[in-house]
């Protein structure tokens, strides 16, 4: 008898995927299978890259603003017969990032007319809101008007008391939460004595 060997196939295994693949700070690693495979020989699909996975994205605060979602592979665990080419796609869906407002509150000032300083009639008026801020955004809360007063006159004109805004108390602390956040303040009323 004479010897003869006979060459075994071998056959190799190459990942790709495609779609809107997940780049920058979210870049993801290929599979790679370095392995050569005889004909016939059992091989396993990577498993960490399922149906379903995700690979969530986030905006400068810190917030989900979407997400790329892997297929899973088109091809299963068997016997390997010739060179096998796995394939899968990604897909990014973006997600919209809740937005809340800061608004402002105060108490303390009558019902009746107020006036400034030099006996005009004046109506305080609240600052704007802010608007459209999501989790972790900071803001600045509006000062411009601490220490405005105003006052109340008697019957006859005299300025019988007057009303000073206080500090403003931000439950914050000027960086936005899950929510619309309040932010109050107090007119402090002072009793002005009348000549008579």
Aim: proline share 5%.
């Amino acid at each position: 008898w004479n010897h003869s060997g006979v060459p075994v196939s071998e056959w190799r295994i190459t990942y790709e995927w495609s779609g809107a693949v997940p780049e920058g700070d979210y870049i993801q690693e290929m599979p790679v299978d370095g392995k050569s495979y005889k004909n016939n020989e059992p091989y396993t699909v990577d498993t960490k890259y399922s149906n379903g996975y995700t690979v969530p994205t986030y905006d400068e605060y810190g917030n989900v603003n979407g997400s790329y979602t892997f297929s899973g592979w088109n091809a299963q665990d068997g016997k390997m017969t010739s060179d096998l080419t796995v394939r899968g796609r990604w897909e990014f869906v973006e997600t919209d990032v809740a937005k809340h407002n800061v608004s402002y509150t105060w108490k303390g000032l009558p019902e009746e007319k107020l006036y400034d300083e030099a006996g005009n009639e004046t109506t305080p008026v609240l600052p704007d809101s802010i608007t459209g801020l999501v989790k972790n955004q900071e803001y600045t809360v509006d000062t411009t008007m601490l220490g405005t007063k105003v006052y109340t006159h008697d019957e006859f004109g005299n300025k019988n008391a007057s009303y000073t805004l206080g500090e403003w108390q931000d439950p914050n602390s000027g960086k936005m939460g899950d929510s619309d956040v309040e932010v109050s303040a107090e007119w402090k009323a002072t009793l002005v004595p009348v000549s008579e």
